[in-house]
């Protein structure tokens, strides 16, 4: 198997336990906490999201940031294999927080789960050209106080 198809492989494994791990997240929480009483930031830390999985495999975390960058047949190849669907459950998420007024309703959902996913994949990116070791996972933490609660103070 090419080293192209193996990583694929593993790409479509890694959006399938994210989606996995998201949905039985949501599940938990809205059944400790009630739909209306949760927050994303309580799912997302339930699910460990994405840095939680890549930081735990630092080769993993190589084949996303390199070949996602570096191969237009992988990125493809990606796509389909749920890229666009692990995309999609952020956006449905902020979509159903400004339905429910937790989220402001002036902003494009699309654009807004973009960024998100952005600021985790720029996470992964520096950890893995970091020259000193740290956890990747507790970025997570960092990216969502500054998605949610903004920079202005």
């Given at each position: 198997m090419s080293h192209s198809l193996r990583s694929t492989g593993q790409a479509r494994a890694v959006v399938a336990d994210?989606?996995?791990?998201?949905?039985?997240?949501?599940v938990k929480v809205f059944a400790r906490k009630g739909f209306f009483n949760s927050k994303v930031a309580d799912v997302a830390?339930?699910?460990g999201m994405h840095l939680e999985k890549l930081g735990a495999d630092r080769d993993l975390a190589i084949v996303f940031q390199v070949e996602l960058r570096g191969s237009t047949k992988?990125?493809?190849?990606?796509?389909?294999?749920?890229?666009?669907?692990?995309?999609?459950?952020?956006h449905q998420t902020i979509e159903?927080?400004?339905k429910?007024?937790?989220?402001?309703?002036?902003?494009?959902?699309?654009?807004?789960?973009?960024?998100?996913?952005?600021?985790?994949?720029?996470?992964?990116?520096?950890?893995?050209?970091?020259?000193k070791p740290y956890p990747l996972a507790p970025m997570a933490d960092e990216v969502l106080k500054v998605f949610f609660g903004g920079v202005l103070k």
């Open positions: 994210k989606r996995e791990a998201i949905l039985k997240a949501a830390g339930e699910a992988f990125m493809e190849e990606f796509s389909a294999a749920g890229f666009a669907e692990y995309l999609e459950i952020i159903d927080g400004q429910t007024g937790v989220f402001r309703r002036d902003l494009n959902a699309t654009v807004c789960s973009k960024i998100l996913f952005g600021a985790l994949d720029e996470m992964v990116t520096n950890w893995i050209l970091s020259k």
